[in-house]
């Protein structure tokens, strides 16, 4: 992967802006807050995302660190090429999560890339996770030191690649893979399938023992409820016996009682006059009050008071948890004023708090930016006042420059005059001037002369050639003066231009005189000196007007007045809630918002808990009265509508006495009845006895004198009767009811069984886990082993190259902590200097790289990571850069010490100035 461009929309504190990245060392140069570090990181976030920290720290949390300044939305996109294919990474981050949107298309065709993770295509394109990356190919400013943490898959990827040059074969991912197969197993909280089938196997267990139990007791009932059910047989039989006996004995005596008649019927007299008084106390409405009406009553009743008891305790319950519910609230009384604020205006002053320590930041660089500003305002002030006097250069400085470069032009064409004209010679030429032009002047009359002679002399031809050859000769001497003339003329220019230049050098240095003078030169080389201090300073005030223009540009985006706006507006609301709590402490109230969550849901739980005891006691105040109304109805009948609850159990119980004595009287009047029916038969003793031999058919030996013996003897038997029924009653009833919602002993045989052959296979399942993670860490050591030393090796090369052979064997732990031998001694890799601490760890980095990254394309990025190193370290540190396979390097950099030592080093690095 090369990354070709980014271009960063809104990302922090930089907007619009594009930078072209190639193949190959980009070298960034910019000063300091230019945004190295920012366009860095932009790059770590488009291809990994942000952080998943929730920091109110702005350091800590990528989303608050990164957001622009002027609240606009984190937008840009990252171009890259991957196996000859161009792609762009756009990516937009909002406020929340939720509001992030990313793409991946292709550069060429726009073409959307759905294959590769939104998230973090990084992964994708480096086939490494964001720990690994942070850890190699992204060296941040002072970053250069590592540690190892369980995100990272460093060791493993090299491992694996040094065992099977297979990167994907995750060591790490198969031993989590087993140790997440063994979590869903059995966990140390209990949670796992074979915990669970455990815990489900010893409550079967325990549903089994408490069958069995059931089942014991249920032959013990049962065989109790046979020896009953004989008992009640053997009771019928024997009031059946005492009845006939009864009757046998009446017909035996039937002679006696003849006698008794009268006195029977007199006894029925009293005996019916006594039912009509007991039947007037039982009668009501529907007739005679009987057994099941009461006893209808009483089931009604004991209903009735069980409700009552199930209402008094929720009663209990209700206060007890009212007094638990206030008790709370009265604990928790600081949180009370919570009560009044909304969860908006709660979660808007948590939004505050974090917002104002980003603004603060904000408005504190603003505030930075300007004292800078003046700072550099105020260097430019003083070393402008100590210029004094060579201030008045100002406006006049490239008229000067020209002044003094006429100057210097003049004086070096007067040297020059000077040397190449001998002064000498010129000087007695000067003195032949005079003395030729005489000469001339003679020669000229001569010349003339023999030419007026030739004229006038044309018949004397001697005399012609004669005058003819005076006239060359003359004419040949005034030309031979006349050039010697003419020569000693251009000596006197010579003299004439030197002169002239001495006059316009002396009109030169009093012009730069009057300029002495207005800068207060003491001498011309105080003038230069003055003049060249001038410049600096215009040179320096140049600069610090460039750095101050630039310090402008970083504080028009900050919008300091929305700013402060938006701190004031937040204070104002962090002041009101500062004004409910009743403190000034921040910390403290968050705390309470927390805790007053917490406090709250107990409070609502107690609340629904009350709520909940309420509504029961007022569903069981319903049913007690429909209960109460119900038996009210039932009482009304036998005229006791009115009557106390409470006293309704004796009355109910002297009602029944009643019903007994109306039974025994009616029983009374029977054998009365019974008896005078008999004593009135037309019938003598032995046909009575041969009328009852038939029913007598059977020995039964009683010896009973008179049949009030035996109509006590069958009362006994009677009540002992009604006795065992209620007893068989309830046996029945238990044992019917015994069973319910129970499952039956093979049922839960047949589960156990089930889970026992469950939990065998999960714990063969387990024991193959645990032996396949033993295997695997020893075929792990083993292979450890042998990557430790290779890359203890590759360290130890990278190393060896940055330092020039000063240390003989390096040593890297598992968690990247480093040792180095130097001759005998063995030192930590933290007694180091800075400087050779970082050479330490960058030849470490690069030999996980040289590890990771086989045959792939991978950029590397420093921001600032030779800021501890010396001229010597970094030159070093460059051409170790410049010489290893590394498809692209970007450097950032705020010294220029970089671009100087490169330019030696490398031709081809791209250049980018910010």
Known sequence: MIIDKVNIIAFAGIK?????????????????????STIQNFIRVWLYGMNSKRSKDIKNNDRLRFMPVDGDTIRGELYLNHNNRRYVIIRTFGKTKKEDLSQIIDAETGEEILDIPKNDPGKYFLNVNSATFNKTLF?????????????????????????????????????????????????????????????????LVEERYEAYRLAENNLEEEQALIT???????????????????????????????????EYLKKKEELKKKERFIESSLSSKNGLIDENLLNDIKEENSLYFSILDMKNESERNLAYKIEIYNKKKSDNRELLFLDNISN?????????????????EKIDIYNNLNIEIERLQEEIAIKKEKLGASINFENKVEEIKYLLKRYEEKLKELKFNIENNNLKEDTNNRDYIKKYNNLIKVASVLLFI????TIIIKSNIYLSVIIGIAFIFSLLFLLIINKKVNKNKTIEGKEQVIKRLQEEINEIEKEIYKYTKLVKSSSYEDFIRKLKSYEEFTDFEEKQKIRISEKYSQLVPLNIDKLKETYNKNQKNIDKILELSNTENINEIIYKISKYEEVNKELLSLEIEVEKEEKSIESLEKELNIREKRIREKLAFIGLEDIDLYELEEKLIELREKIKERAEIIRGLKSIEETYAALTKDKDIDAIKEEVKDIINKEIKYNYSSEEEIDIKISEKSNELIELEKSIKDIENKLEN????????????????DIKEKMKTLEIQMQSIELAIEVMKASLREVRGNFTNILNSNVMNYYNYLTNGEYNEVMVSDS???????????????????????????????????????????????????????????????????????NQIIIF?????EIELLKNINDKVNYICL
Do not use: H, W
């Not at 619009?16 to 190295?36: A, C, M, P, R, S």
């Not at 908006?344 to 603060?360: P, R």
């Not at 130097?822 to 030999?847: C, E, F, H, P, T």
């Not at 950099?893 to 010490?897: D, E, G």
């Open 16 to 36: 619009n802006k594009v930078i072209d990245f190639k193949e190959g060392i980009n070298l960034i140069y910019g000063e300091n807050e230019k945004g190295k």
């Open 139 to 203: 060296i941040s400013q002072l970053g250069v030191a590592i540690s190892k943490d369980k995100e990272e898959e460093i060791i493993d990827k090299a491992a694996n690649l040094l065992d099977s040059e297979e990167e994907n074969i995750s060591v790490q991912k198969s031993f989590e893979k087993l140790e997440t197969i063994k979590k869903k197993i059995t966990t140390t909280r209990k949670t796992g399938k074979l915990d669970i089938l455990r815990e489900k196997y010893n409550a």
């Open 228 to 262: 009953l059910k004989e008992n009640r047989s053997n009771l019928r039989e024997e009031i059946k016996n005492l009845n006939i006996y009864k009757r046998y004995l009446k017909k035996i005596k039937l002679q006696k009682e003849y006698e008794e008649i009268t």
């Open 344 to 360: 908006n205006e709660k979660n808007n002053f948590i939004k505050n708090v974090m917002e104002q320590e980003v603004i603060k």
């Open 450 to 453: 023999t030419l007026i002679c």
């Open 738 to 753: 015994r069973y319910l919602g129970k499952r039956s002993i093979a049922e839960i045989e047949e589960e156990i069984e």
């Open 816 to 886: 990247y902590e480093m040792k180095v031998r130097q001759k005998n001694d063995v030192i930590s890799a933290g007694m180091l200097s800075n400087g050779a601490n970082d050479q330490l760890y960058l030849s470490l980095r690069l030999a996980f790289i040289k590890m990771i990254y086989k045959n792939t394309e991978y950029p590397l990025i420093l921001d600032d990571a030779f800021v501890q190193y010396d001229d010597m370290r970094l030159e070093k540190a460059l051409k170790l850069l410049s010489e290893i396979d590394i």
């Open 893 to 897: 950099t705020c010294q220029k010490r």
